[in-house]
């Protein structure tokens, strides 16, 4: 099954602890991207990446890294977490032959920064 | 700036009511449309999206949406809604670039 995996689901952590979330996809797909979801904001990019070992800022970067070592993950990294950080964080995928025309999204994971 | 905008945060509605989901977006030369619903708990699921041709786009579960350039808008479609319908809707467009913007969403509530 063609699929964007997240792990973890949900996560609560504490303020300056570096965590990762990690992002997996099996469609052997070139585009990869974050988003977070706040309540009256929608959606909004945090990195994306075109390809292994290309990544560019998106929409608001602060505070995260990520890395594209491998085609199929994509990791978020948060090396110091703030309680401005607590949100829903989507990964999402899309192969470069269809111009990005339709991405694929994971579950979600939620997470506490407290 | 490119934006999209959904006037409508919430929009309750009674199950096997018709419903439409506003969306307009700044205007360009060159767009695509997309809109994505989000059931509790879950991920995004592509509902439809328009890249050419017809302006009329069915998508999945009965929804569709019309394309309409001189007004800038993107409006979602049901004739009759069911309670599983109940979820976030989100409005997304793409001005053929590597990325989507979305609209802030609306939430339908569909009521028994």
């Known amino acids: 099954e063609a699929q964007v995996t997240q792990n973890p689901r949900y996560l609560i952590t504490v303020t300056g602890k570096k965590l990762t979330v990690t992002c997996s996809q099996n469609m052997n797909h070139e585009y990869m991207s974050w988003y977070r979801q706040d309540p009256g904001l929608g959606l909004r990019q945090i990195y994306y990446?075109?390809?292994?070992?290309?990544?560019d800022k998106g929409d608001v970067p602060e505070g995260y890294k990520v890395s594209r070592k491998e085609k199929r993950n994509f990791p978020l990294i948060l090396e110091s977490p703030s309680p401005n950080q607590t949100s829903l964080y989507f990964c999402?995928?899309?192969?470069?032959?269809?111009?990005?025309?339709?991405?694929?999204f994971g579950p979600g994971t939620r997470l506490t920064v407290t | 700036a490119q934006s999209v905008t959904q006037l409508d945060s919430q929009v309750p509605v009674f199950e096997e009511a018709p419903v439409e989901l506003r969306c307009n977006y700044s205007?360009?030369?060159?767009?695509?449309l997309f809109w994505y619903v989000q059931y509790p708990n879950q991920g995004l699921q592509l509902l439809l999206k328009y890249l050419s041709g017809s302006t009329l786009v069915k998508g999945i579960n009965g929804f569709e949406a019309e394309f309409n350039k001189s007004q800038t808008s993107f409006h979602l479609r049901k004739p009759s809604v069911h309670i599983s319908d109940t979820a976030e809707y989100f409005c997304a467009v793409s001005y053929n670039t590597d990325k989507l913007i979305f609209g802030t969403g609306t939430r339908l509530q569909v009521f028994p």
């Open positions: 990446s075109m390809n292994v070992e290309v990544t």
């Open positions: 205007s360009s030369v060159s767009v695509y």
């Open positions: 999402a995928s899309a192969g470069l032959a269809g111009g990005l025309r339709e991405q694929y």
